[in-house]
């Protein structure tokens, strides 16, 4: 699982974490949290909270470290996707490279080895293009977005229990593609917004 971050060249993006760009606009109180579950992505706990107009409720939550999506292409202007049979949606679904940070791994760290776990190349040069919450609503999992260039063949084992066919496609039809409805992978869908600009400006996308 482990791989070290080699000689890629990492750029950062101007945006923030939530905790340095955060805005509390109403007072909810946590009067208790307890685990009710763990498991071996993440943890649920459960949260009794006092809501702003005085009534408690309970809430689950979702605890997840956090996870990086990347948006690999090669010099010939293809962009890297995985497709894959997710088991909860009970469908195949074409997918960008993406995975959940191990513990105490960053999230750079994180997608050096996915890229190379998930399509069997490296990336020589890193670009965060992007961040979100995933599913703010019952989720803490954070999202991380990359741009990936500089592709060599370089390839880590993938984890047992993922079967993935590795595709490529040209940059202007994946963007058609996620137009259309073909890709319905919300993570992708984002990801593919947020690197276009950069797309553009390598010239393998029209503004």
Not at 137 to 157: I, K, Q
Request: charged content about 20%.
């Amino acid at each position: 699982m482990g791989a070290g971050s080699g000689d890629a060249v990492v750029t950062p993006c101007p945006q923030y974490h939530p905790s340095l760009n955060q805005r509390v606009t109403m007072a909810f109180e946590t009067i208790s949290s307890e685990t009710s579950y763990q498991g071996k992505v993440f943890d649920v706990r459960r949260d009794q909270i006092r809501l702003p107009n005085g009534k408690s409720v309970s809430l689950d939550i979702v605890e997840h470290p956090g996870a990086v999506t990347l948006v690999p292409i090669d010099e010939q202007g293809q962009v890297w996707f995985v497709r894959q049979y997710r088991y909860a949606a009970q469908v195949e679904l074409l997918e960008l490279p993406a995975g959940s940070l191990d513990k105490g791994e960053s999230p750079q760290a994180c997608a050096l080895r996915e890229v190379r776990e998930e399509i069997g190349m490296a990336a020589g040069q890193l670009q965060k293009v992007g961040e979100f919450f995933l599913a703010p609503g019952y989720s803490t999992e954070y999202m991380y977005v990359y741009l990936a260039t500089n592709l060599r063949p370089d390839p880590l084992e993938a984890d047992a229990d993922e079967f993935l066919t590795v595709e490529s496609v040209p940059a202007d039809q994946a963007y058609k593609m996620a137009e259309s409805g073909q890709i319905q992978d919300g993570k992708t869908l984002a990801a593919l917004y947020l690197a276009r600009p950069g797309l553009v400006k390598m010239g393998v996308l029209q503004g």
